[in-house]
């Protein structure tokens, strides 16, 4: 096997490492993606637990200003003892259940969008994988196309061909003056 084919085998080594890495970079963040979807849900439920308590303790509040009140030999559904449990034990109750209830929302939007941005990094990681793995072998087969050729700017010459360099201008030109046999009879 030579040099230049040996270059090609582990070019296309290396890509196919890239390419599996960059695979597995993808699934990496899938599955942390999943895992942020998963956090989100539980800080939900933790939410809607405490939805349910607020609304709970509020129930037991309004219960005890009842019975308060017909412990005070008062009517607890209208004037005070009412006021006492709509605008001291209800209002808050409600204002608290319904932050709860924006707190489960928040907690499953942001998991989403965290777990969105998490497999897009994913495809990311993939596609830039693929586009090392493809400049790999591009200049794999760059470099295995380029050996066993002359360098780039060399002119071949034969023997008993004069040449020479000439200013003209902007640059240098080579000159060829003839091949000259052996014979002595030449042309140019």
Known sequence: MTFAVASLVLSGVSAMAQMKA????????????????????????????????VLKNTNKALASVGAIAYAGGLEPTIGT??????????????????????????????????????RFAGR???KQATIGALSTMGSAMMSYNSLGSAPAGTTATYPGMRTGVQNVGRGNYMRFYGYTANSGLGVG
């Open 81 to 118: 003892p009412q006021d006492v449990g709509t605008f001291g034990v209800l209002n808050p109750g409600l204002n608290d259940f319904i932050t709860s209830k924006d707190n489960e929302f928040l907690a499953i939007s942001t998991a989403n969008a965290q777990a969105e941005d998490l």
């Open 22 to 53: 960059g695979s597995d970079t993808k699934k990496a963040y899938y599955a942390q993606a999943e895992h942020k979807k998963l956090e989100g849900r539980v800080e939900a439920v933790k939410a809607k637990e405490q939805g349910i308590q």
């Open 124 to 126: 990311m990681a993939k």
